[in-house]
């Protein structure tokens, strides 16, 4: 009798151990959802071509500003509501444009595709991959944003980033020429000048939000 149940002890012994070790394997790491406000420095690379951006993020009051010095070039605004609505300007130059898209919500990172670690720019960080579109890493220890790679090429360098940091109101109000019907020749001129960020990141919305009502 002891014979048998010897082997039954075993066996149980084995599967619990099997299930525990099953139970207790660490699940990936998710990415931090943005804060509702914050202001971050970044430094752009688009094949040699180099830009400094300052990003206001205002998510309560439905409003995003990337202020773009481009290198011995052009200080371009574009300026994102969340209606859809984009003014970019510059201090003579102004096109007014609408998607059907808003500002980037908070966890759009939701879903991304965890890669594992990797040290950039000297920092251990978790990398994840988001629609085949970004990548995107977030330091381990204090979970701030490093390093973005757009599947263009197009990279940013986090350089700050300032958690509550809130531009004053007056300074998110468009030009009184970006409202004028006949300034369509500025309208047309700017754009060039905007560079890749506003539009990369349109077309992450847009990819995002078609990802999301996949799911």
Known sequence: MASAVKPIFVFLVFISFHFS????????????????????????????????VDLWYDWPN???????????????????????????????????LHFDVGVLRPNWLDGANYLGQQHKDGFLCNVWEKVDFIWYYEDVITKRPVYWAFYTGYTAHVMTFDVGAVLEDSEWQAPVYCFKEDEEKRKQAVIGSLGMIGRLLVKLMRGVSSASMAL
């Open 21 to 52: 070790a099953f139970s207790s394997k660490p699940k990936d790491p998710t990415p931090s959802t943005w804060p509702l406000q914050f202001h971050s420095a970044l430094f752009m690379n688009n094949s040699g071509t180099l830009q400094k």
């Open 62 to 96: 439905g409003r995003n500003f990337n202020i773009i010095q481009n290198q011995l070039g052009k200080l371009t605004y574009d300026l994102e509501w969340d209606n859809g609505t984009s003014f970019i300007y510059t201090n003579k130059e102004c096109r007014v």
